[in-house]
């Protein structure tokens, strides 16, 4: 069976995984970042990674390759780390780098939503012509569509739905900062003037029923509801995976999406409601999804 090696990069932590053919984890390493400089971060990565091989007791030769998931704006033809915000590495070459010390090896990069997109849709049986939706709701808010294994990337920035201008109480403001866990939490402790409390405090007194968490989430959950719209009338997903912590640790909250779509969303549209869903993989679907970028699908059709 094949294997290859995932790694998740973020600036609190870069994780690396030995993953097979149907995304399991078999292998892991975590160790908190070093952000003190973009060789710093490199040396980090490439510590992490000989650490997995050694777990595994596995030669990098015995793998199909290692693939890589960062945050940010990545050129992933060239293999280049554009921007981040939390990672020193602007327009740094990192595959290049990465190959110096693992030349035996196919080596790629991903933005990581596109990564974690991109697992989901391996797993998920897609057809060549179905098209696939994800979104993450997290500390962001991001997309992905793919379609015959093609992620769509546009000219490198696609996806950024964050951006998207949502009605929120004190006007139109863009989608992530009205409806990500930031954004919750920073009306949160304007609304009852608590500056400790947490969005996992808001969605907790939400499910209680107290009226000042159910609206905050209410307003989170039509943000999002209007982001998923557009990707529905724009690409008509057959299927849409919702991942990110904010999603994946309150299931209502999902719910809650999915009944703002229910009103607004044409007859013809409504077959995506039952097919909208929560992430079965967690916080792994980065790490696998890197994985996958270096193991190709046997059954790829390119029409």
């Known amino acids: 069976m094949r294997k290859a090696m995932g790694v998740d990069i973020g600036g609190t932590k870069v994780a690396a995984a030995i993953i097979d053919e149907q995304g399991h984890i078999t292998h892991r390493v975590q160790v908190p970042s070093d952000t003190s400089s973009s060789e710093a971060m490199l040396e980090c990565v490439v510590g992490v990674i000989d650490a997995c091989l050694a777990e595994a007791g596995v030669d990098v030769s015995d793998l199909t390759g290692i693939g890589l998931g960062i945050p940010g704006k990545v050129d992933s033809l060239n293999g280049v780390a554009i921007f981040q915000n939390n990672i020193p ?3 740094f070459p990192v595959v290049a780098r990465l ?16 990564a974690a997109a991109y697992a989901e849709y391996r797993l998920a049986g897609m057809g060549p012509l179905d098209v696939f939706g994800y979104l993450t709701v997290s500390t962001g808010i991001a997309c992905t569509n793919i379609v015959n294994h093609q992620i769509i990337r546009g000219d490198g920035f696609s996806g950024e739905i964050g951006f998207l201008p949502v009605p929120s109480s004190t006007g139109l403001r863009p989608l992530e900062s009205v409806c990500a866990g ?3 939490e920073a009306m949160a402790r304007a609304l009852y ?19 000042i968490a159910n609206e905050l989430v209410d307003q989170s959950a039509m943000g999002v509801a209007i982001g998923l719209f557009a990707m529905i009338c724009l690409l008509d997903p057959k299927e849409i995976v919702i991942g990110g912590s904010v999603a994946v640790k309150n299931p209502f909250y999902v719910e809650r999406i999915k009944a703002v779509l229910e009103r607004y969303a044409h007859k013809e549209q409504m077959h995506i409601l039952p097919h909208i869903r929560v992430t079965d993989l967690g916080g792994d679907n980065g790490i696998i999804g890197a994985g996958f970028l270096v193991m190709p699908a046997q059954d790829i059709q390119i029409f």
């Open 89 to 91: 590495w602007e327009k």
């Open 99 to 114: 190959a110096d010390r693992y030349a035996q090896v196919p080596i790629a990069v991903e933005n990581d939503v596109k």
């Open 182 to 184: 930031p954004g919750i």
């Open 193 to 211: 003037l608590d500056d400790r409390i947490t969005v996992a405090q808001v969605f907790a007194r939400a499910l209680k029923g107290e009226q």
